[in-house]
Each structure stands twice: as structure tokens, then as C-alpha cells.
């Protein structure tokens, strides 16, 4: 069952030569909705990206999250966590 998204968008920070990957874990089911929220969410921290970047689509869906897996991380149906810059490896293992 599937019970939320890991998404990715690239944003252009103040101080950076080039745009950077910000994680977002969102309990949303529906991945457009997602990548929405995300998109909202990250307007807080910078710009989004215009264009790809090595293969880095502005915003990306990275990987469905599942109910099982959302409820161990503690994250919530509807709710939405910055996850930050590095690779967010705990919420990208099954």
C-alpha cells in the first residue's frame, strides 16, 4: 500500500555556483500532489531551478513511500518533512 512520495527539487541558493538537490518526505498518496507540496514547501528556502541539471529534473519523484515505512519514520498522512541537502538515505531503504 502505497502512502506517500520522497521528492527532490533542485534550488538555486544565494552563495552556491550551481543549483542543489532539497529532500522532501510528503504523505501524500497521489504523486502529483507531491511534488506540489514539495514544490511550496521548498519555495521557502530558494528558488527552484529552471532547467535540469545532469539528468536532475527541477522536481523529481524519487521514490513512493510506504504506509509501513511513513509510520516508522514517523511521518504522518497529509504531512510534509524537510528532509534537508544530504541524501536521505534512511527513508530510501524498503
Not at 3 to 11: A, D, E, N, T
Not at 59 to 87: D, F, Q, S, Y
Amino acid at each position: 500500500m502505497l502512502g506517500g512520495w520522497l521528492i527532490g527539487v533542485l534550488l538555486e541558493v544565494t552563495g552556491e555556483p550551481k543549483p542543489l538537490v532539497h529532500y522532501f518526505a510528503v504523505g501524500h498518496e497521489d504523486q502529483g500532489k507531491s511534488e506540489w507540496t514539495a514544490v511550496d514547501w521548498a519555495g521557502r528556502t530558494g528558488r527552484i531551478a529552471s532547467s535540469p541539471l545532469r539528468g536532475q529534473e527541477p522536481v523529481e519523484a524519487i521514490r513512493p513511500l510506504t504506509a509501513a515505512k511513513m509510520k516508522t519514520l514517523g511521518l504522518a498522512p497529509g504531512e510534509v518533512r524537510e528532509l534537508g541537502w544530504r541524501n536521505p538515505r534512511r527513508w530510501l531503504t524498503s
